[in-house]
């Protein structure tokens, strides 16, 4: 099976910073692009920001966030990373990690399939 372990959620102060980390486990051959998504109470999620895995290339984010978060990621490892500067209480909210295009063996058969995190909570609060 393919998991997806998220951590480095937190509580902060506002104009402070976090680091996020998503590892992707499992018997896989390839991951298309991983990214960050949020959920605040009582809204829809939303996009943070993605990256193609393979070359790092093509990377996009949400207005909300341009200039104050920058995503990464290790190829080799399958994990992407969000740092979060100058968080602001509109970014608390739920962090999931989402696996896209991702070929695994999945009891014993090559599937392509997109995974979701657990989530981890961040809230940005004085």
């Known amino acids: 099976q393919v998991q997806l372990v998220e951590s480095g959620g937190g509580l902060v102060q506002p104009g402070g910073s976090l680091r996020l980390s998503c590892a992707a486990s499992g018997i896989m051959f390839n991951i298309r692009d991983m990214g960050w998504y949020r959920q605040a109470p009582g809204k829809q999620r939303e996009l943070v920001a993605t990256?193609?895995?393979?070359?790092?290339?093509?990377?996009n984010y949400a207005d909300s966030v341009k200039g104050r978060f920058a995503i990464s990621r290790d190829n080799a490892k399958y994990t992407v990373y969000l740092q979060m500067n100058s968080l602001k209480p509109e970014d608390t909210a739920v962090y999931y990690c989402r696996a896209s295009g991702v070929w695994a063996i999945i009891d014993g058969d090559r599937q392509l399939d997109d995974y979701w995190g657990q989530g981890t909570q961040v809230t940005v609060s004085s």
């Open positions: 990256i193609t895995i393979r070359t790092g290339e093509s990377i």
